[in-house]
């Protein structure tokens, strides 16, 4: 069986929003290393490396599910777009907080609404970028 785990590219922020997303969600960063800590090891085909603090590689851990991030030098990197990062938490107040947590230095696109199928339901991009869409089951 495979397993889907996202990798987000980040400008030079890698290491900021992963210690964001660890303190908001609760997760533990596994991995964080930069380029300059492991310059023997190649990189992938089709990469150029950046300057010697930029994030290689950052993993972290919520419960059983894994994030991955990177840097990317300036001229390589895009804005994400066509998709968000959904999250479902069980509660209406845990999505908000989490909500709010996301929205904090970001642009909200869709604000927190009780929906059909959800107690809450919201869609922000937070300061670094990512597009996150927020859903609680439970008033």
Request: net charge negative.
């Amino acid at each position: 069986m495979a397993e889907l785990v996202p990798q987000l590219e980040f400008d030079g922020q890698c290491r900021e929003a992963f210690e964001r997303y660890a303190a908001l969600f609760g997760g533990e960063i596994t991995v964080m290393n930069t380029l300059g800590e492991t310059g023997d090891v190649p990189l992938p085909p089709g990469s150029t490396a950046g300057a010697p603090d930029m994030v290689r590689f950052a993993e972290l851990r919520l419960g059983d599910t894994r994030l991955l991030g990177n840097d990317l030098p300036a001229d390589q990197y895009a804005s994400p777009r066509g998709f968000n990062l959904a999250m479902h938490f069980e509660t209406a107040d845990e999505a908000r907080r989490i909500f709010d947590g996301l929205a904090d230095g970001g642009s909200i696109s869709v604000a927190p609404t009780k929906v059909a199928w959800a107690a809450l339901f919201g869609m922000v991009t937070d300061r670094f970028g990512i597009p996150w869409l927020i859903l609680g089951f439970e008033d």
